[in-house]
């Protein structure tokens, strides 16, 4: 999706582009006139289907008559004079069927007209069982020489000791369409047809190919099916698109040079607005807010227990195509439509209903969040994060705000005031980067201050890393604890715990940032023991 993406907003396969949408619309419109041509032809198949299946419908309500009729009127001992008198007289009736056998358990002892056998005619096992609502059980194309009808075939049917032999079925042959293929099938069960006449693999590609008329002269021919109700009888029709399209070629020639000139003139409007659908900014805004939200989760490591107390919640975005963005890509264009406070209530709106419905019974957590600085506002966001803040909730919860130019130490402190009097902490985000200052660490009544990932992500021996050590000191003057965020090797976190100056470290070094199920399950095996309750906020 993400290629298709790329190629739609590409000024180098302009052409290209327009070729395809010039075959779009060509195709949509050949479709749609094609449509009604082919619903009529539809429509004439099933007319031609329905009259096979009243022959057939016909056929099988005759033989239900005869086996009525047997159960009835056979009293006479099996297989006497009388009783195959009985017989014929049942034969004699209208309805096609004009041998009955008499078959116990599966075994002809007598017919109608031939009268006992010398030796009876085992069935065996049917090719259709006696499971269908008629309870009659069939044999297919069996030998009737056993009967005295030699050199013939036939299908005997069977309902409890009674049996007959059904006149052979075929397609009616009146039906003027000679461009009409048709098969006749058995349903056998479990998915199992049986040809019976017609033109064979019919019914097969039928129920392969598109019913719907349109789809179907994808596949070179339109296809139709339908079954009795019992479901028994089943007929499928094929009509052929060459023998459809050879009588109306010049019409359709003629339709077909209209269409192109129409898809051209469709193909200059919706060009130009593929490239403004397509780009990075739209595609962000037509999902917000739809489920394209993803959250992840930060471990956070307390470094004097070495035990994993909170984490940091990330916001990540799932593009069209699947792909996850990072913030950085996004962020900026929230801020641009001022969709700040409602993404922030979106991300934890989100993060409360996973944690809450994962996190184990009797654990603690504390949960970070990242603010916008325009957003600092105790009252919006108190109300943003009442659900961390009902009684009896497992979550400490943090907001963590990057000081800008956008915060007022004399107005910033009021708010966080505010949020520290309902249990909302408040750290310095991304210290010792942008506008921070030693002037706002000591203005503002803060719970903690993160130390910019720059310092613990610099290469040994550098400016950065030598600064570390003065960042730390700072931060500990201040009586604040202090989170160390980018520890990248376990030599750097190694460094952390033996120094013991820091409070808490965040960083690959532990873990990177994770899924709900992963976070879950590594705070489960690293997090503290069942009896400590940590809480990194008062």
């Not at 739609?8 to 070729?19: A, N």
Request: proline share 6%.
């Amino acid at each position: 999706m993400g290629r298709v993406a790329t190629f739609l907003i590409s000024g180098t396969h302009r052409r290209l582009r327009r070729l395809l949408v010039w075959l779009f619309a060509v195709t949509m419109l050949v479709g749609g006139a094609a449509w009604i041509a082919s619903e009529q032809v539809a429509q004439n198949m099933r007319t031609e289907i329905d009259r096979s299946l009243v022959t057939y419908g016909g056929l099988r309500s005759n033989i239900v008559t005869i086996f009525d009729a047997m159960d009835a009127s056979l009293t006479a001992s099996p297989c006497s004079d009388s009783f195959r008198r009985e017989m014929r007289r049942i034969a004699f009736l209208p309805d096609g069927v004009n041998e009955l056998l008499y078959a116990p358990d599966g075994s002809v002892l007598c017919a109608g007209n031939t009268g006992l056998l010398a030796v009876p005619m085992e069935l065996g096992p049917p090719d259709i069982a006696a499971s269908d609502q008629f309870g009659i059980a069939l044999w297919l194309d069996r030998s009737l020489e056993p009967i005295g009808l030699d050199a013939l075939t036939g299908t005997i049917a069977r309902r409890g000791p009674f049996a007959l032999v059904t006149p052979p079925q075929f397609i009616p042959a009146d039906t003027g369409a000679n461009w009409l293929e048709e098969e006749l099938v058995y349903s056998a069960g479990a998915g199992r047809w049986l040809h019976r006449t017609g033109t064979e693999g019919v019914h097969a590609a039928a129920l392969l190919a598109p019913v719907q008329a349109p789809l179907g002269l994808l596949q070179g021919a339109l296809y139709q099916y339908a079954c009795d109700p019992a479901g028994e009888h089943c007929v499928a029709a094929r009509a052929p698109l060459l023998a459809l399209m050879s009588q109306g070629a010049p019409a359709i020639g003629l339709v077909l040079a209209a269409l192109a000139v129409l898809a051209a003139w469709l193909t200059q409007q919706a060009c130009g607005v593929v490239e403004r659908h397509w780009s990075f900014e739209a595609r962000f805004l037509r999902q917000f807010g739809k489920g394209s939200l993803v959250c992840a989760y930060q471990p956070l490591l307390n470094l004097r227990t070495d035990r994993i107390v909170g984490c940091e919640v990330l916001a990540r975005w799932r593009d069209v195509d699947g792909t996850i963005v990072p913030p950085d890509r996004f962020l900026p264009i929230i801020e641009k439509h001022g969709l700040t406070e409602r993404f922030t209530a979106m991300v934890a709106d989100q993060a409360h209903a996973e944690l809450v419905a994962r996190l184990t019974a009797g654990a603690r957590l504390q949960v970070n969040f990242n603010i916008f600085p325009q957003d600092l506002d105790a009252a919006r966001l108190i109300a943003i994060y009442a659900p961390f803040l009902t009684p009896g909730s497992p979550f400490d919860l943090v907001v963590e705000l990057v000081e800008t130019a956008e915060v007022k130490p004399e107005t910033a402190q009021a708010e966080i005031e505010q949020l520290r009097a309902a249990g909302i902490g408040v750290y310095i985000d991304d210290f010792g980067a942008g506008y921070s200052s030693m002037h706002s660490l000591a203005a503002l009544s803060v719970e903690g201050v993160k130390l910019d990932r720059s310092f613990a992500m610099a290469p040994d021996h550098s400016v950065m890393a030598r600064m570390l050590d003065h960042a730390i000191d700072l931060i500990q003057a201040s009586g604040r604890p202090l989170v160390v965020e980018g520890v990248e090797t376990q030599q750097r976190l190694d460094l952390l715990k033996a120094d013991g100056r820091a409070d808490f470290a965040q960083g690959y070094a532990i873990a990177r940032p994770l899924p709900l199920e992963a976070f879950i399950a590594f705070f489960a095996e690293h997090g503290p023991h069942p009896a400590a309750n940590s809480r990194l906020v008062a």
